[in-house]
């Protein structure tokens, strides 16, 4: 009996590091401990999460870096693990504060920097990630809009591919006062999943904020946002039609109203069915000579007309602000 307490006081890494203990007494006893081989069972979880950029069995998805790391413990999400490499250790103080807080029970594990090299999705890795699963986000809590906010400001992603694009309207549309997103697919394009590592990497954490639906069905979504009273708008890229609904400016919608705006394919952007189907269709006027915007330099300007007008909603009589 004696004996079996020391061996197991001894290698703490081994008999408590196992994916799926979350208890405070799972982390490991002794911080010097590395995990060492290529085949640990944590290091296998890391590696499908970040270079695999695949959620874990247990639902949880692997953010990577610094600023990543600390946003994803400051989002209030579930935290199965963080691990730091050699070169990674110099991050710990900045993050100490949160890791170390008493609702934050998961273990902190350590590897050698070769080992962290070969799990991680980029090419100049920080040497600090983490295992993260993502809020899980009923219809109700997308199209809730917080008491900050005059009504629901929501972005649907239709057949984005593009992953940095994913994230970069999800970065954008949260800076600008967006309270919810979605992602669907759109015709045959789906779109990016916005938790894979290069999406979350390119919203800077917003992904983790944000009240986010996704891979529902867009008809499904769009008949509920109707019953729900949301105006959808698309952004268009398609001429009008004779009959069809004429194109509207940004500045021409109000956006202090529950507005749902629909962004579609990079290349052929949302099919004229989804148009047709949305209560209006929007195209920010441009120079001749340019045909459109990426989807994400799009979204910014769109996102940024609906934050003028609802900052000068909430404060009548003063300039307009964006923060």
Not at 16 to 29: F, I
Not at 175 to 193: D, E, H, L, P
Not at 201 to 210: D, E, K, W, Y
């Amino acid at each position: 009996m004696e004996l079996a307490r020391i061996v197991e006081n001894l290698l703490p890494s081994t008999v408590m590091a196992t994916p799926g203990k979350t208890a405070r007494d799972a982390r490991p006893a002794n911080d010097a401990a590395r995990l060492t081989s290529r085949d640990n069972r944590w290091l296998k979880e890391f590696r499908m999460a970040l270079r695999g950029g695949l959620p874990t069995e247990g639902g949880f998805v692997g953010v990577e870096g610094a600023r990543l790391v600390e946003e994803a413990l400051r989002s209030g999400c579930r935290i199965q693990a963080v691990l730091f490499s050699e070169f990674g250790e110099r991050h710990h103080q900045r993050l100490s504060s949160l890791i170390d807080r008493p609702e934050m029970a998961f273990p902190v594990l350590r590897t050698t920097d070769r080992l962290f090299e070969g799990l991680a999705d980029t090419e100049r890795p920080q040497g600090v990630a983490a295992l993260v699963h993502p809020r899980e986000n009923s219809f109700d809590d997308f199209v809730r809009a917080p008491l900050f906010a005059c009504a629901p400001l929501l972005v649907v992603l239709a057949g984005v591919q593009d992953p940095g694009n994913v994230g970069t309207i999800l970065r954008t549309a949260a800076a600008f006062g967006a309270t919810g997103a979605a992602t669907a697919a759109s015709g045959i394009s789906g779109t990016a999943n916005p938790f894979s590592p290069k999406a979350l990497r390119a919203s800077a954490g917003a992904a983790l904020h944000l009240p986010i639906l996704a891979g529902m069905s867009l008809s499904i979504l769009l008949a509920q946002l109707k019953v729900a009273g949301v105006r959808t708008l698309a952004a268009s890229v398609h001429e009008p039609r004779e009959g069809d609904q004429p194109l509207l400016a940004p500045w021409q919608v109000d956006w202090c109203q529950p507005v749902a705006l629909l962004v579609g394919n990079e290349g052929s952007g949302l099919t004229e069915e989804v148009e047709r189907s949305a209560d209006a269709r929007i195209r920010i006027p441009m120079a001749s000579g340019i045909e459109s915007l990426n989807a994400a330099a799009a979204a910014a300007v769109v996102f940024y007309e609906a934050a003028r007008q609802r900052n000068a909603a909430a404060a009548p009589g003063l300039p307009a602000k964006i923060t």
